[in-house]
């Protein structure tokens, strides 16, 4: 059964940083893109990266520009997100999910309805 289980978030104050990992069972991850979402209470789902199945491209939402960054290691069968200098508006639950498309990974703004089989998220919380 084809599953991704995001983990690595938690509780942290304003400059810190965090590493998310996203970990695929049930297929081989370097075959596919992956990306990364991030919800916060009471609103819309929100792309923050994206990375190709190779890792030589990566795209990123201008609010994490500079601060986050995306990569893989295929051997592991896993995805990365490094923040860095972490913000209170950083604060949401993290998905990482697959695009349907290649294309929906290398979008101006990633949009959730182009992605699916979504992992159980990780709260990152980020104090003031």
């Known amino acids: 059964q084809l599953q991704l289980v995001e983990s690595g978030g938690g509780l942290v104050q304003t400059g810190r940083s965090l590493r998310l990992s996203c970990v695929a069972s049930?297929?081989?991850?370097?075959?596919?893109?992956i990306g990364w979402f991030r919800q916060a209470p009471g609103k819309e789902r929100e792309g923050v990266s994206c990375?190709?199945?190779?890792?030589?491209?990566?795209n990123y939402a201008d609010s994490v520009k500079g601060r986050f960054t995306i990569s893989r290691d295929n051997a592991k069968n896993a995805v990365y997100l490094q923040m860095n200098m972490l913000e209170p508006e950083d604060t949401a639950v993290y998905y990482c999910?697959?695009?349907?498309?290649?294309?929906?990974?290398?979008?101006?703004?990633?949009?959730?309805?182009?992605?699916?089989?979504w992992g159980q998220g990780t709260q990152v919380t980020v104090s003031k």
């Open positions: 999910a697959l695009p349907r498309t290649a294309n929906a990974c290398y979008a101006m703004g990633l949009k959730a309805t182009d992605f699916g089989s």
């Open positions: 049930g297929f081989i991850l370097d075959h596919y893109p």
């Open positions: 990375i190709s199945s190779r890792g030589d491209r990566t």
